[in-house]
């Protein structure tokens, strides 16, 4: 796993982990959670896409001997 796609996990994770210390003393802040939801599909996205790559990566060289 690239360690580009477990930062931007972990930005998500940290925001929606502080939402309720950016809204009122009983609710969330909805934009923070929902934003944080957003970048942790991003960094989850990245590192599916680059588990694909290397996976491709590997078959080829095995095909063709590299």
């Known amino acids: 796993m690239r360690k580009r796609s477990l930062f931007v996990m972990s930005l998500g994770l940290l925001m ?10 009983t609710h969330l802040n909805y ?3 929902g934003g944080g939801a957003f970048v942790l599909l991003i960094g989850i ?3 599916v896409m680059g ?7 590997k078959e080829h060289s095995q095909k063709h001997g590299d």
Do not use: T
């Open 31 to 33: 934009w923070w959670l």
């Open 51 to 57: 588990y694909r790559l290397a996976a491709k990566g």
């Open 16 to 25: 929606m982990v502080f939402s309720p210390f950016y809204g009122s003393a």
């Open 45 to 47: 996205y990245d590192a």
